[in-house]
């Protein structure tokens, strides 16, 4: 292939890209699906083994469709997750071309973006991007020359693989902790370095705190709606596990891991050669953690007396507080046996190939509501795009369709789609499974 000419390519087979791509076949819309690997590739080499979505599978929703499984209140893993979006690709024949990298994107003409990939060049009216958040793995400035091996999470996979010996896990968000608490469950000591984080506990008042996070409006709040956009999408993710259907659902948080052996210390402020050192914060981002947790909960229980679910609905038990939250200011790894580090810290978007106004010097490409700034160029799937659960598999659809209409017709929709709460557990059945 030389040249192609399609109306709209899109960027990335994940489920923000084949969102978009079902929209877009819905209307009838010649578009392709680039993606350097298959469908759902991050999902497939990019995960540990053992993970799980933090999200109950019955908040699996994309455009059309819906998880209709056996177990509504289980966590898909993320290879059963990968095989789910090849099915939803199939549903409605997705034109996806599989292991095709994209090199560049620019402006070619007045009215067409010129696509090129290590296969070929697509000329196209419209581009949508579709990568997610997850571009570059952070490499912390605080990691200096160590003689210890150093992994970040999106290369971790299990214990097995690393070296023998204790693990310095970096980072106390979802990712954190989970790493954490599947180090020391397979009999390695395990220090944290904690940063900042969002505590919250697996259920609350007998349901999944996500029912409640989606019953009280949470996960349709828009960016329009917050003090502070661009602190808001720096938001750390929850501290949260999810685990396969057959075991119970857990709070995993500091206390648990303290608790099952873990030490616990401030945000990492360097390391060099074994020697860590550490910030004294852990008290303070321990109990800035649970301020948040406790105005979330303070809202659950406010909706609980203004619906009249009290009686649905379990006694309010909060967790208890992490005591004597101090920990080391500085560690001799080597002596305390430590051979690996973790990086659990997130990622940089990597939009370098994108040769198009409106990106930033961090690489964030400045949009609203997935319009960018550049005639044709749009983005979906990004964290807090336009509503909180933007960055969530099930927010995608939300931006989808805000993407696809302003496509079709050069206008947003007059109003964000409904919130729905038709396919979320009843109360009661909560209650009972619990």
């Not at 199939?90 to 090129?116: K, N």
């Not at 406790?294 to 609980?304: E, F, G, I, N, W």
Request: proline content about 6%; aromatic content about 6%.
């Amino acid at each position: 292939m030389n040249h192609l000419s399609v109306d709209t390519v899109v960027i990335g087979a994940g489920h923000a890209g084949l969102a978009v791509s079902r929209l877009l076949s819905e209307a009838r819309r010649d578009h392709v699906v680039l993606d350097r690997g298959r469908v759902g590739e991050r999902w497939r080499t990019e995960r540990w083994d053992s993970l799980h979505l933090l999200t109950p599978s019955w908040m699996t929703r994309l455009p059309h469709w819906r998880y209709d499984g056996p177990e509504p209140e289980g966590f898909m893993s993320a290879r059963a997750f990968a095989s789910l979006l090849v099915r939803y690709a199939e549903s409605f024949a997705a034109p996806v071309v599989s292991g095709t990298t994209v090199l560049s994107v620019r402006r070619c003409g007045l009215d067409q973006y010129a696509v090129v990939t290590d296969r070929g060049t697509y000329l196209a009216k419209h581009v949508v991007v579709a990568t997610g958040p997850h571009g570059r793995p952070v490499v912390p400035h605080s990691i200096g020359a160590t003689d210890l091996r150093v992994v970040h999470s999106s290369a971790y996979r299990n214990p097995a693989q690393l070296p023998a010996g204790g693990v310095l896990v970096v980072g106390a968000s979802s990712s954190g902790v989970q790493i954490a608490d599947e180090l020391l469950r397979s009999g390695r000591d395990v220090v944290v370095a904690v940063g900042r984080h969002t505590r919250m506990p697996r259920r609350y008042r007998g349901m999944d705190i996500f029912w409640w996070l989606e019953g009280t409006g949470r996960t349709a709040r828009t960016i329009d709606e917050v003090r502070d956009p661009a602190a808001a999408r720096r938001e750390p993710s929850l501290q949260l596990v999810g685990r396969p259907a057959t075991q119970a659902a857990e709070t995993l948080d500091l206390a648990v891991l303290r608790a099952r052996g873990a030490r616990l210390a401030g945000r990492l402020e360097s390391l060099r050669g074994s020697t860590a050192l550490f910030a004294d914060d852990l008290s303070d981002t321990v109990a800035a953690a649970d301020r948040v947790m406790h105005r979330v909960l303070d809202d659950v229980d406010a909706h609980v007396l203004r619906t009249g679910l009290e009686s649905e609905v379990r006694p309010a038990y909060r967790p208890r507080p992490l005591t004597d939250p101090r920990g080391p200011r500085r560690l001799h790894l080597g002596a305390e046996g430590i051979r690996t580090v973790v990086l659990a810290v997130g990622f940089r978007p990597d939009h370098t190939w994108l040769h198009v106004p409106g990106l930033r010097s961090d690489g964030v490409l400045r949009q609203y509501r997935g319009v960018t700034e550049a005639p044709g160029l749009y983005v979906v799937g990004q964290r807090f795009q336009h509503r909180r659960d933007s960055g969530f598999i099930d927010g995608a659809r939300h931006d989808a369709h805000a993407v696809v209409h302003h496509l079709l017709t050069g206008s947003r929709p007059p109003v964000a789609p409904a919130r729905s709460t038709s396919d979320r557990p009843d109360p009661v059945d909560g209650r009972e499974a619990a």
